[in-house]
């Protein structure tokens, strides 16, 4: 699974002049617009929408409040820098966004101060290496080898090149209880030195692209809303797609969650709802992400 790349702005005014990459932006947007044939409706007034969390939501978040803003009238949009989903959350009680984009479920004691959880998108999580590594797939044996070091050298040739997360990080942690062997594995490799440390999911993805032989994870929902040149993984044979996943025959995913207040105004809500709207959910699905509001999953 290859992918080109071409990258979003984060902040995201209705009205005046545009800068060339939020043009560059706008057209790949409008080409989903037209894909998806959206009506003229009538627009609602509503307020300025700020948004933070996660690093894997924001270009995907990007896309939904452009198709958000067929429906409506939103006088400015922001999505932050990547804030994490701990920063996000924190962001949200403190009432600097409206939106926080988390890559897990509320605590419960997070749910007692006020926070709504609202989980609208699953994606693949993949092993992912940069376009030209002569290698289409590996096992998951294979990719506790290259962490640990013992297996330093692609099967097609070329050096294998760990990127590596926090020990904190959610994708680190979900692949470090696959078994046993890659548990161990992936605490040989924070015990390597000289490898590259990523701290966002975007200075990640930005790592295995300039990386050759780059190996590190992924989810394919930022690789395709990011338009990145990635290379992701077949692992043991499954292919990290949506339809394998919801096959069961990919068996690593992230599930990305809108995150409000209680006491959210409208047009907050207007937007987690739209989120599980016909047009939403299948832009959703275009930019690697199976729906999880409204109707069939």
Do not use: C, K
């Amino acid at each position: 699974m290859e992918h080109a790349r071409a990258r979003f702005p984060q902040t995201r005014p209705q009205t005046g002049p545009m800068e060339p990459a939020r043009l560059a932006r706008r057209r790949l947007a409008q080409g989903l617009l037209a894909a998806l044939a959206l009506p003229g409706l009538a627009r609602a007034a509503a307020g300025p929408l700020r948004v933070g969390g996660t690093g894997m939501g924001l270009a995907i978040t990007n896309i939904m409040l452009d198709l958000h803003a067929g429906t409506e009238d939103l006088t400015e949009s922001t999505v932050l820098p990547s804030l994490g989903t701990a920063g996000g959350l924190a962001a949200l009680r403190s009432g600097r966004v409206e939106i926080a984009l988390s890559a897990r479920a509320l605590r419960p004691e997070e749910a007692a101060q006020g926070l709504e959880a609202f989980a609208f998108g699953r994606t693949p999580l993949a092993f992912a290496t940069r376009y030209d590594t002569p290698s289409r797939g590996i096992s998951l044996a294979q990719a506790a080898a290259m962490l640990g070091g013992e297996e330093p050298s692609w099967p097609g040739g070329g050096a294998v090149r760990v990127v590596l997360r926090d020990r904190s990080e959610t994708d680190w942690i979900m692949l470090a209880a696959a078994s046993e062997g890659m548990a161990a594995a992936m605490q040989r490799a924070h015990a390597r030195s000289g490898l590259a440390l990523a701290s966002t999911d975007q200075e990640n993805a930005d790592l295995l692209e300039s990386l050759p032989g780059s190996l590190g994870l992924t989810t394919l929902g930022l690789t395709l809303s990011e338009q990145r040149r990635l290379r992701l993984l077949a692992l043991d044979g499954a292919v990290p797609d949506l339809a394998s996943m919801a096959a069961g025959d990919y068996r690593f995913s992230r599930i990305l969650y809108a995150v409000v207040r209680n006491d959210a105004p409208v047009e907050v809500r207007r937007f987690v709802q739209f989120l599980g709207s016909p047009r939403a959910r299948q832009g959703l699905r275009s930019f690697g992400f199976a729906p999880l509001l409204g109707g069939e999953t």
